[in-house]
Nanobody
Framework: QPVESGGASVQAGGSLNLSCTFS????????RAWFRQAPGKGREGISC????????SYQDSVKGRFIISRDDARNMVYLEMNSLKPEDTAMYYC???????????????????WGPGTQVTRS
């Protein structure tokens, strides 16, 4: 399963950098993505990055503030989070998405077990 890290409690306007290692997970050439689950809400896909060319996709709620990146040599994916808002408070998870790119409803193609997640709180 993937393992997320980097979550913390930050104040208004703060930034965080999340990391995810897919060590032991063979995601092949598939895309990688970040999901989050806020208290009392369902889990939602917020950002996706394709293999190789690194084509990205963002939900409107995070577009312009978050940046997803990946290091295929290390089998890791990252999420740079800027200008955090109270509504960004959630548990964040990474996952393999069984799509080559991040077109369409990529969040419906998540595969594998969920990791433990990492908590982000905008205090």
């Amino acid at each position: 399963q993937p393992v997320e890290s980097g979550g913390a409690s930050v104040q208004a306007g703060g930034s965080l950098n999340l990391s995810c290692t897919f060590s032991g997970v063979n995601g092949g050439d598939f895309a990688r993505a970040w999901f989050r689950q806020a208290p009392g809400k369902g889990r939602e896909g917020i950002s996706c990055i394709s293999f190789s060319v690194g084509k990205t996709s963002y939900q409107d709620s995070v577009k312009g503030r978050f940046i997803i990146s990946r290091d295929d040599a290390r089998n890791m994916v990252y999420l740079e989070m800027n200008s955090l808002k109270p509504e960004d408070t959630a548990m964040y998870y990474c996952a393999v998405v069984t799509r080559i790119d991040c077109s369409g409803s990529w969040w419906d193609f998540r595969a594998g077990a969920w990791g433990p997640g990492t908590q982000v709180t905008r205090s």
